[in-house]
């Protein structure tokens, strides 16, 4: 599960926040502490301070929670290998996924200490990928093409036998990402991957008009999953929020999983360019 991506849970509501969420403060700690150029230019798309900002790195960081106590945490580093991104050329891409969900089920009598009762499962998930890729540029659009490899984790407190993401896998990871401009005041932008890891895949999509400046809000919607459960979000977004140089994008709306159920769910990412 990603995130913007990205593509992007746990025992209780207290305890899901734990990781992630540290994870998340951490990072938004460092770019708020940070000097430099504008991260808002790079993160929206939008060219809004003189001199223009290119960086040749970025890193991403978000956070993403349900109200049915699941909750991830991602970061990712990609650099421009060529220069920077005004500049088509090749990237290279490191990032991970941590985090954790619960779901209730029967468990076979034949799982030892389970006698057939329903139980609680606590899942927990890590994944690590390393990715190279290639970026295309124009007036107003951006597209980044990516493959690599991609290792995930997911460790139950029961052994659920339907449950056939536990364990160790490895397998090959493809993703793509843009983001464009199609007006002066509107934007699309979009990420989809899939990995052959446990058949992992995220995509998310959103579409803005612009409210105030670099700020654009408007609907988004998410669809992930591997070879056990499949998740649906619709919702709201808000991009394009500076703090300093901290660039912020926060997203809610209602999200429907076939293992865990329907509620709701939110996002907060956060984009530093240097």
């Not at 998410?222 to 459960?229: E, K, P, S, T, V």
Request: hydrophobic share 40%.
């Amino acid at each position: 599960m990603r995130p913007e991506n990205n593509r992007r849970i746990s025992e209780s509501a207290n305890r899901a926040l734990s990781y992630p969420q540290a994870l998340f403060l951490g990072a938004a700690i460092i770019f708020a502490s940070a000097g430099g150029a504008c991260a808002a230019d790079w993160y929206t798309g939008d060219k809004t301070s003189e001199p223009d900002y290119a960086p040749s790195i970025v890193f991403d960081t978000s956070d993403s929670l349900t109200s049915r106590q699941t909750n991830f945490g991602a970061i990712a580093l990609t650099a421009a290998i060529d220069g920077n991104f005004a500049q088509e050329g090749f990237r290279a891409r490191v990032e991970g996924v941590a985090g954790a969900y619960d779901y209730f089920t029967t468990l076979p009598a034949a799982v030892p200490g389970a006698l057939g009762e329903q139980k609680k499962i606590h899942a927990t998930q890590e994944d690590a990928g390393v990715l190279g890729g290639y970026g295309w540029l124009s007036r107003n659009w951006s597209l980044a093409l990516y493959a690599g490899m991609e290792v995930s984790n997911t460790t139950l407190n029961w052994n659920d036998p339907g449950n056939t993401t536990k364990g160790l896998h490895i397998g090959a990871k493809l993703a793509a990402e843009f983001y464009g401009n199609p007006t002066k005041n509107t934007m699309l932008g979009g990420y989809a991957s899939f990995s052959t890891s446990a058949d992992e895949y995220y995509t998310r999509f959103k579409a803005g008009y612009r409210i105030a400046g670099s700020i654009f809000a408007g609907p988004e919607f998410i669809a992930l999953g591997n070879q056990f459960y499949s998740e649906y979000r619709a919702g709201i977004h808000l991009t394009g929020v500076t703090l300093g140089n901290l660039s912020l994008g926060v997203s809610g709306g209602a999200s429907s999983n076939r293992v865990t159920g329907s509620g709701g769910y939110g996002i907060v990412d956060a984009r530093l360019g240097f």
